[in-house]
C-alpha cells in the first residue's frame, strides 16, 4: 500500500475547502441528522444538549462510520482499487439505520458528484459515481475525489467529520434557537469529539472493524419521518 500524503498543497487544500464549504450545493443545510425531533421532545434546549448530541453523532453513530468508510474508500481510490472502491460504496449505502438517514447520506453524496466532476473534473472519479448512480454517500464521493485527486488522508477526514458537526450545529442554532455565537462556541467545543473520530477512522483498515451504538439518534430519526411540522428532512 502507497504511503499517505502527509502534506496539504496549495491546489489540495483549495479543493478540500471548496467540497466541504456551505457553499458547495450538496443539500446538507437541509437535514437535522434526527435533531429536529430531539428539539421538539425538549431533549435539546441548551447549547450543553446540542454539543452532547453532535458529540454522540460524531463517536457512536454516523460519524463513527462514514469517517471510517471515508477512509477506506480514500484508500482504494489512491491505490486505484476499484474493486476495493465499489464494495466500500455498496457497503456505505446499505449501511443507514432509517429511510431518512439513508436520503441525508445519498443524495448530498448525487449532489456532490455532479457538482465535482463539473468544477473539478477527474476522470477516474466521473467512472466511479457513474457506476455507482443514485448509491454514492457523501463520505464515500468526498474520500474517493480525495484519493483520486491527492487530498491528504488524515485532512480529508477531519475536514468531512467537521463539516458533519457543523452541519448539526446550524440545524441547532435555527432549531433550539441558539445565537451565532452560541453555535460558534459549541463548534469549538466540538473539536476534541472531531480529533477523535479522525484518529479512529483512520485506524480502520477493515470494514469489519466499524459500527455505530447512536441508537436514540436512530429512533428520532424514524419517529421524524411522521413528525407534524418539519423544517427538515431528516
Known sequence: MTAPATTTTDAALARLLAWLSPAYPVGAFSYSHGLETAVEDGLVARRDDLVAYAEAALLHGAGA???GLLALAWRAAEAGQDAALDAVTELAAAWRGTAELALEA??????FAQVTQAAWPEPRFAAFAARHAGRLTHAVACGAAAGFGGVPLRAACFAWLAAFAANIVSAGVRLVPLGQTDGQVATA??????EAATDRALAVTDAEELGAAALAIDIFSMRHETQYTRLFRS
Open 106 to 111: 445519498t443524495q448530498p453524496g448525487a449532489a
Open 189 to 194: 467545543a466540538l473539536l476534541p469529539a472531531v
Open 65 to 67: 462510520v462514514d469517517a
